[in-house]
T-cell receptor
């Protein structure tokens, strides 16, 4: 079945450093979504990427979708303490897996002031 | 608009019992998905309902079941509870099926003793 792997599992950074998390799917995706979950909270939607090679930016966050639509990345520039949380990618399948959203394991980001 | 609501927020059960969790989606949303979140396994997809029909199902045993009502509210049921079923159960709603962002509820924290 469809699997989505996300690395790293943990990332500790000093405030002001950059951060990147990577997501790889075992199968081609129709789209990929990114979510952020603050400690004690629930996942909150950040963005959706649909097109091959797509790049989207939200202030300090840059999201990329690979050419083969099997991998994606989230890059945060100059992290702040408000960026603390777990970042999840979630891929939607194609074909018989259409509509099914598979989440990566998440990357737990800690930002030290 | 009110967000996704889940009841109850916390639940303690013993092995062998059964439990029913409830989810009320955002008004106008017709798709409801359920996820199990545990520290070791991350977010695992349980099932997705759209217009009262189960459209996708994850890899969980038959003890896990769900349904959706005509007003889009959804319930999930777990029978013959096991210790390993202890988790945060998250419900997410979206306007349509197959491509929309998911709006998560606060979750139900189930503890099985």
């Amino acid at each position: 079945g469809q699997q989505v792997m996300q690395i790293p599992q943990y990332q500790h950074v000093q405030e002001g450093e950059d951060f990147t998390t990577y997501c790889n799917s075992s199968t081609t995706l129709s789209n990929i979504q990114w979510y952020k979950q603050r400690p004690g909270g629930h996942p909150v939607f950040l963005i959706q990427l649909v097109k091959s090679g797509e790049v989207k930016k939200q202030k300090r966050l840059t999201f990329q979708f690979g050419e083969a639509k099997k991998n994606s990345s989230l890059h945060i520039t100059a992290t702040q303490t408000t960026d603390v949380g777990t970042y999840f990618c979630a891929g939607r399948g194609v074909g018989t897996s259409y509509g099914k959203l598979t989440f990566g394991q998440g990357t737990i980001l800690t930002v030290h002031p | 608009k009110a967000g996704v609501t889940q009841t109850p927020r916390y639940l303690i059960k013993t092995r062998g019992q059964q439990v029913t969790l409830s989810c009320s989606p955002i008004s106008g949303h017709r798709s409801v998905s359920w996820y199990q979140q545990t520290p070791g396994q991350g977010l695992q997809f349980l099932f997705e309902y759209f217009s009262e029909t189960q459209r996708n199902k994850g890899n969980f045993p038959g003890r896990f079941s769900g349904r959706q009502f005509s007003n889009s509210r959804s319930e999930m049921n777990v029978s013959t509870l096991e210790l390993g079923d202890s988790a945060l159960y998250l419900c997410a709603s979206s306007p349509g099926f197959g491509g929309d962002e998911q709006f998560f509820g606060p979750g139900t924290r189930l503890t099985v003793l």
